[in-house]
């Protein structure tokens, strides 16, 4: 699995919740920034993402790298595939990077 690129993010506080992920450098759409990493867990968490696996079943992983910092949006920048995170578009550095958690997520950046 491909580890994150460091050299592309950093943490730092962000506007939206706590610490957030930023682009330390330009990124460009559809590059791939890592692989959230941690264990597999059952209960839900606040690092905790959930993706299929390759035998269509939903488990959790309980984000241990930098990719624990990417917060909501309904105007996402990134999006998790799975458990690797691509640039949806061209991000400029000093950006955060946002996810759309999902549909039950209302905070809005």
Known sequence: MPKP????????PSHIHGDG???ALPIAEGTLLGCYEGPVVEDDGPHVLWVWNDADQQIGIDGQNDLRFVNHSLR???EFMGAELVALRDIEPGEELYHHYGDDWVAEA
């Open 5 to 12: 690129r460091l050299n592309l993010m950093s943490i730092r």
């Open 21 to 23: 992920l930023f682009a």
């Open 76 to 78: 996402p920048n990134v």
